[in-house]
């Protein structure tokens, strides 16, 4: 099989996570970049799971060492990557890579790979639904909660540079309609 990427990007809060979920659940073909961050692990995550979670001086460390294929400082102190390890263990493992990545980096990544990637960025049906969805969820502090809003338009005026833009304001249809598009990206 030839190398893919499937990268699906949002803004915190937008339901990016459940869909990503979805599809693997869906398609045997496609297996998911664990990514390296900085952020304190939250009290359902595995380590070597959801993500590898690294002390900031070893992040830095990787920097240097060129092991990542794109990072990004999501929030401030809070650093996010992917490490060229992680993509070489999918691909050898003949699987299309699914990234839940940020904006920044989905954008950096759809550029490294022009040929062999299909973005999805999955837009929330406004900024007071994100906001709703966000408080809900009750892990952001009112500081983390700010900081995701704010990212969040910055992240939603990018949202015409990818190849898909799914909106979720039912999580169903949304999930139905992202699989449509991956059985033909797949094909
Ligand atoms: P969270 O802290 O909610 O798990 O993730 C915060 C943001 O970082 C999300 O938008 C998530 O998609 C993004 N993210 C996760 N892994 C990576 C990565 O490897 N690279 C980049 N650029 N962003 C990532």
Redesign the pocket.
């Known amino acids: 099989m030839s190398r893919q990427l499937l990268i699906i990007?949002?803004?915190?809060g937008a339901g990016?996570t459940t869909i990503v979920r979805y599809l693997l659940g869906h398609f045997r073909q496609l297996a998911f970049?664990i990514?390296?961050?900085t952020?304190p692990k939250r009290d359902h995550e595995t380590d070597g799971v959801d993500?590898y979670f690294l002390d900031h001086d070893t992040f830095q460390e990787k920097i240097r060492q060129h092991a990542f294929a794109?990072?990004?400082e999501?929030?401030p102190g809070?650093w996010?990557?992917?490490l060229r390890t992680e993509m070489d263990r999918l691909w050898n493992d003949d699987k299309c890579i699914v990234?839940?990545?940020?904006v920044?980096?989905?954008l950096?990544l759809q550029s490294q790979y022009p040929e062999e990637s299909l973005s999805m960025f999955i837009a929330p049906p406004s900024l007071e639904v994100l906001e709703n969805r966000l408080r809900s969820r009750g892990t952001e502090t009112p500081e983390s909660l700010t900081a995701r809003l704010q990212r969040a338009a910055m992240e939603l005026e990018r949202c015409n540079s990818f190849d898909q833009v799914i909106i979720n304001d039912d999580l169903e249809t949304a999930c139905q309609k992202a699989a449509r598009i991956v059985t033909a990206f797949l094909s």
């Open positions: 990007t949002a803004p915190s990016k970049s990514s390296a961050t952020r993500y794109e990072y990004e999501v929030y809070r996010y990557g992917t990234f839940d990545i940020d920044l980096g989905a950096n």
